[in-house]
């Protein structure tokens, strides 16, 4: 065979294997494109970010032989998470790394400086870490270990991976975003199932209006929402806090220390809801751990605590999250508001009972008064009392002891409202009783000061006045025992007054009283009143007193009895400017003509 055939059938040769190596290489780059394209295609059909991700590993690792392969997602912060592995322990899903060196391109583990993350990928076999950016933003990182036939990477298959991190990135931001709108809707649907729950049990607890009925209502509902054991429910009642419901809480000790004023005290310095947490060491801690307490919450109006939820475990043993306690404040909220309700509600059907049975008591004194004051010849006689109350203990009474004799009598027992009322029913059945007798005016005081005393305690008493009118003689006969001075004014202007007797009633027995006998005459008026018109106050803290009452009857002398009265209550209420009466208020006058 020639030189010259050899060479002509060579060179030929040569060309076609150069040429063909050239072919093969746009070959292989077309492949590669046409790969990543279809990756491209197939990360962008799904926005499941696990499906992405698992995508993201596998199609590398298929084609280049790869044997281990993670991905790590940015959490902010350089904290990154494992969240897709492959070749490597599963019990790494999910732990958190930081990376304080981000790579900006493929590189090499061994090439950065020793930390805690570097060590953790080099221990379980990733060798190669390629950054995962989307318009600058660090989404991630991709890491990949050793080729199965042991090769190291090509440059092309380097250039490969890195076409797929930035292929990948967009499709993982999409995914990333999806994800979140997907909590985001979770959380609003829970949202939602969470204000249907409170609807649902808003409308129960608004249709009743007994307290335990309400507690119990709120009990079984988080007791059967979230599978509860046990539960306590404690309200703040005068100043107090009680024990108002318990669920499963028996024992011996608990009972001891669920009772015990100290634990209350810890319980409602909260004023938000407490997780027991396993490593909480404090003593208060240790003692909830200990009665099998998982959480407590509060349960406020306006800033104060009205009561507390505490609650047991859960039958499945799962720890309560921040979600569930929320909702569960909310709902004891809620609850302590028809608590409150339920109390008005009780306190106001309290105060319609008692008012009801003090329209009674008022009706009742009323009748213990005179309908009328006695149409007597050469006397007129006009009266009246205002309670500052619906009772009061004021009392003025005028008897016809015959057709010469009247008993003319005011008094004030200490107090107000219903024990004064009571004690003013006292003094006139026992009046009535004894003017009726043969007994004197001085032995009537006597022996009813003796009955006031016995039947009441020290702070009771009673200022009295009595006095018997002989209309024949025109003689007025009268004990004071403490009760404010009557006046009896002449008609010349002048006045005197009543002051002779003793000690006000029910203050001490056995007590020995004078009288005295003043004879009337014509155009002489006798002004009796009770502490509520002389003590009555202005805004300035002033007291009406005697001397204002004088000139209003000076001023008013030749008015009737009745027409004295009103100018002296008229007198008063200016005098008071509006405030409200602080005393009952009765006067009684008697003219002579």
């Not at 190596?21 to 799904?46: H, I, M, P």
């Not at 309400?214 to 306590?232: D, F, P, Q, T, W």
């Not at 751990?289 to 799962?318: C, H, S, W, Y």
């Not at 009406?544 to 002398?557: G, P």
């Amino acid at each position: 065979m020639s030189i010259l055939y050899l060479a002509t059938q060579i060179g030929p040769v040569e060309k076609v294997t150069t040429e063909e190596k050239r072919f093969t290489y746009l070959d292989e780059k077309l492949y590669e494109l046409q790969a990543l394209f279809d990756l491209s295609k197939a990360l962008n059909s799904s926005l499941n970010l696990k499906k992405i991700l698992d995508t993201i590993l596998l199609t590398p690792m298929g084609k280049l032989l790869i044997t281990k392969g993670v991905i790590l997602i940015s959490k902010g912060s350089n904290a990154f998470a494992i969240e897709s592995l492959k070749g490597i322990p599963k019990s790494l899903s999910g732990n958190r790394i930081q990376v304080d060196n981000y790579p900006s391109s493929p590189t090499y583990l061994s090439e950065f400086p020793a930390s805690p993350w570097q060590a953790l990928l080099l221990k379980n076999g990733i060798e190669l870490i390629i950054p995962i950016l989307h318009d600058q933003k660090k989404l991630g990182l991709i890491g990949f270990g050793k080729k199965l036939i042991g090769d190291a990477l090509s440059e092309s298959e380097l250039e490969y991976l890195h076409s797929l991190s930035n292929i990948a990135a967009t499709a993982i931001q999409n995914g990333i975003i999806f994800e979140e709108l997907n909590d985001v809707n979770r959380q609003l649907d829970k949202r939602v199932q969470e204000l249907n729950t409170l609807f649902e049990i808003g409308k129960e607890l608004n249709s009743t209006f007994e307290i335990d009925k309400v507690l119990n209502l709120l009990a079984y509902s988080i007791m059967g929402e979230l599978m509860v054991k046990r539960c306590l429910i404690f309200l703040v009642e005068n100043d107090k806090v009680v024990l108002a419901l318990n669920k499963g809480f028996q024992g011996e000790d608990e009972l001891k220390t669920i009772n015990d004023p100290k634990f209350h005290s810890k319980l409602l310095a909260a004023e938000k809801s407490v997780l027991i947490e396993e490593e909480d060491e404090s003593k208060f801690g240790l003692l909830l751990k200990d009665l099998g307490i998982a959480a407590f919450f509060p349960m406020r109006i306006q800033n104060e605590t009205k009561g507390v939820v505490v609650l047991g475990e859960k039958i499945t043993n799962l720890k309560f999250n921040k979600d569930e306690l929320n909702f569960l404040t909310t709902l004891g909220n809620l609850s302590m508001i028809s608590v409150e309700n339920a109390r008005l509600f009780e306190e106001t059907l309290e105060k319609q009972r008692l008012e009801k049975e003090l329209q009674v008591a008022r009706e009742i004194q009323r009748q213990l008064l005179p309908d009328a004051c006695p149409k007597i010849e050469n006397f007129e006689i006009a009266a009246i009392n205002i309670s500052s109350l619906e009772v009061g203990g004021d009392y003025y009474d005028c008897i016809k002891l015959n057709d010469n004799k009247y008993v003319i009598t005011i008094a004030d027992v200490s107090g107000k409202g219903a024990p004064a009322a009571l004690l003013m029913a006292n003094l006139q059945a026992s009046l009535h009783a004894l003017v009726n007798t043969d007994l004197d005016i001085i032995e009537i005081t006597y022996r009813i000061n003796n009955l006031i005393y016995r039947n009441t305690g020290f702070d009771k008493f009673i200022t009295f006045f009595f006095g018997v009118l002989d209309v024949k003689e025109k003689k007025f006969t009268t004990v004071n025992a403490g009760h404010n001075p009557p006046y009896l004014f002449h008609k010349d202007r002048s006045f005197q007054l009543f002051e002779t007797g003793g000690l006000i009633l029910g203050m001490m027995p056995n007590i020995e009283y004078e009288s005295e006998t003043i004879s009337l005459k014509s155009g002489d008026c006798v002004v009796m009143f009770t502490d509520g018109v002389s003590e009555a106050m202005n805004g300035n803290e002033e007291e009406f007193e005697d001397k204002r009452i004088q000139e209003c009857v000076l001023k008013n002398f030749e008015c009737s009895a009745e027409d004295i009265i009103q100018s002296l209550i008229d007198s008063v209420k200016d005098f008071s400017k509006g405030a409200p009466q602080s005393d009952d208020i009765t006067i009684l006058t008697m003219k002579v003509h």
